[in-house]
C-alpha cells in the first residue's frame, strides 16, 4: 500500500487524487467517510427514498380501503358483522365519557400509534396481518359513513373528513411497510432484505408517521371534547 501511494507521489499525481479517490476505489474508508455522524436531513432523505419504493404498496392499500369502504356504504354488508361492530363502537365511546381534551388526546394517539406498529411488525407474516386490518378498517369506515348519512344527510361526511386527513394516511403509510416487509421472503437474499426493510420501515415511522400521528391525535381528540 505503501509503495503505490509514493509511486502515485512520485508521479506527481494531485493529492486529492490519490488520497480520496484511490482510497474509494481500493475500498478503503477516506477521513471524510469516517467523520460522516448523525444527520437527520439523511435520515428524513433515506426514510423518504425508501417511501417512495413502497409506492405501490401504499397504491394498493388505499386502493383496497376505498374499494370495500364504497362496498359497505353502498349496502354490501353483514347483519352479524354490523352488531359485532355497533357493540364495539359503543365499547369505544363509553371510553372517552368524562374525560378532558389531554386524556381523549393521549388516548387517541396510543391507540393509533399501537395500530400501526403492529401494522408494520406483524407484516412480516407474509403481509396477511396488514390486509386484514385494511378490510375491517375499511368495513368500519364504510359501515359508519352510511349510517351518519341516513341520520344526517350527505353533508355530514364533510364533518367526518377532519377525523381522518392525518389518521388514514399514516394508517395507509404503516400498513404499506406492513406488506412490503412481508413480501422479503420473494429476495435473493431474504434475510438481508428483511433486515433492510425493517430499518426502513422503522426511520418512516418515526420520522413520518409518528409526527402525522401526534398532529392526528390532536385534532380528532379536540373535536370529540367540542362535540360533546
Known amino acids: ?16 487524487f490519490w488520497g480520496l479517490k484511490f482510497s474509494k476505489l ?4 477516506n477521513q471524510r467517510e469516517k467523520s460522516k455522524g448523525f444527520s437527520l436531513k439523511r435520515e428524513y432523505k433515506e426514510a423518504f427514498s425508501f ?12 386502493g383496497l380501503f376505498f374499494l370495500i369502504a364504497l362496498a359497505v356504504y353502498s349496502g354490501f354488508q353483514s347483519q352479524e358483522l354490523n ?5 364495539y363502537l359503543k365499547k369505544v365511546v363509553s371510553q372517552f365519557e368524562g374525560k378532558g381534551l389531554k386524556e381523549t388526546i393521549f388516548m387517541i394517539f396510543t391507540n393509533n400509534l399501537f395500530v400501526s406498529f403492529l401494522g408494520i411488525i406483524l407484516g412480516v407474516f407474509f403481509g396477511v396481518i396488514p390486509v386484514i386490518v385494511i378490510v375491517s378498517n375499511a368495513y368500519a369506515v364504510g359501515f359508519v359513513a352510511q349510517k351518519s348519512v341516513d341520520v344526517a344527510g350527505i353533508t355530514v361526511l364533510w364533518r367526518l373528513f377532519p377525523h381522518g386527513i ?3 394516511p399514516a394508517l395507509f403509510i404503516s400498513l404499506a411497510l406492513g406488506i412490503k416487509l412481508g413480501s422479503f ?5 431474504p434475510w438481508k432484505t428483511l433486515n433492510d426493510y425493517f430499518i426502513s420501515s422503522m426511520k418512516i415511522f418515526f420520522y413520518i408517521i409518528l409526527p402525522l400521528l401526534v398532529v392526528a391525535a390532536i385534532i380528532e381528540g379536540a373535536l370529540i371534547v367540542m362535540m360533546k
Open 51 to 62: 417511501l417512495g419504493r413502497t409506492k405501490w404498496h401504499i397504491i394498493f392499500v388505499i
Open 185 to 189: 421472503v420473494f429476495a435473493v437474499k
Open 83 to 87: 352488531k359485532t361492530l355497533l357493540e
Open 166 to 168: 392525518f389518521e388514514l
Open 1 to 16: 500500500m505503501k509503495r503505490k501511494i509514493n509511486l502515485l507521489k512520485t508521479l506527481k499525481i494531485p493529492k486529492r
Open 26 to 29: 481500493h475500498g478503503f474508508p
